[in-house]
């Protein structure tokens, strides 16, 4: 692919991703078909600060849990009303790296 077309995605994208996960990032951009480059585009990545504002409000009730795909943990959040509210206030410090975790899963799957 184009490093141009691959800089102009990470500027753009670089935020549902690590940092130190960028550079690994590019470099399977760079060696990407450029066909697959409208299917990267139609990844459903998920905003690390939308998702803690979600766990802020409703963290309780494990909706950032199921928002990023951890059903299994929303669940047993859910039926533990948050852990006693302990769960809830740990998420609101682990929650960002958790769902740029999952951002970098999806990528690498289509990569």
């Given at each position: 692919m184009d490093a141009q077309k691959v800089d102009m995605y990470l500027m753009t994208n670089g935020k549902f991703f690590e940092g130190h996960q960028i550079p690994v990032i590019r470099e399977k951009l760079l060696a990407m078909d450029e066909t697959r480059f409208t299917q990267l585009h139609a990844l459903n990545l998920k905003?690390?600060?939308?998702?803690?504002?979600?766990s802020i409000v409703g963290g309780g009730l494990a909706i950032d849990r199921f928002m990023i795909g951890d059903t299994g943990l929303a669940i047993a959040k859910l039926l533990t009303c948050g852990?006693?509210?302990?769960w809830t206030i740990v998420d609101w410090f682990i929650i960002?790296?958790?769902t740029r975790e999952?951002?970098?899963?999806?990528?690498?799957?289509?990569?």
């Open positions: 905003d690390p600060t939308t998702i803690l504002i979600v852990g006693l509210g302990i960002m790296g958790r999952v951002n970098a899963t999806k990528f690498f799957q289509l990569a």
